[in-house]
């Protein structure tokens, strides 16, 4: 079983920074691929950001792309996601996800273990 709690939602004008935090416990996270979803009022779960156990290797979404930073930490057992140049269309819940497994999938039904997600509004 994994555990991950997320942090660092808030509320931010448009252009404006945030991190995220997912902190994990339970097994050893460099063992699993992590994710970011989001899903906002009346819409579908999306992908954001993925990276392997390594952290080497990353996939975004194209809407995401050039603004927002995945990254991990294993000593600290924590998945962060930097995201600059906040857009209104980027306000939603945000969902750090794990898959055992290396690949970085964007495919949601891969995850296996989901946080309870963390608040981003945007305004304008």
């Known amino acids: 079983q994994v555990q991950l709690v997320e942090s660092g939602g808030g509320s931010v004008q448009a252009g404006g920074s945030l991190r995220l935090s997912c902190a994990a416990s339970?097994?050893?996270?460099?063992?699993?691929?992590m994710g970011w979803f989001r899903q906002a009022p009346g819409k579908e779960r999306e992908f954001v950001a993925a990276t392997t156990g390594t952290g080497i290797s990353t996939n975004y979404a194209d809407s995401v792309k050039g603004r927002f930073t995945i990254s991990r930490d294993n000593a600290k057992n924590t998945v962060y996601l930097q995201m600059n140049s906040l857009k209104v269309e980027d306000a939603a819940v945000y969902y750090c996800?794990?898959?055992?497994?290396?690949?970085?999938?964007?495919?949601?039904?891969?995850?296996?273990?989901w946080g309870q997600g963390t608040q981003v509004t945007v305004s304008s």
């Open positions: 339970g097994r050893t996270v460099s063992s699993y691929a």
């Open positions: 996800a794990a898959k055992w497994g290396t690949l970085a999938t964007a495919r949601e039904e891969r995850y296996d273990y």
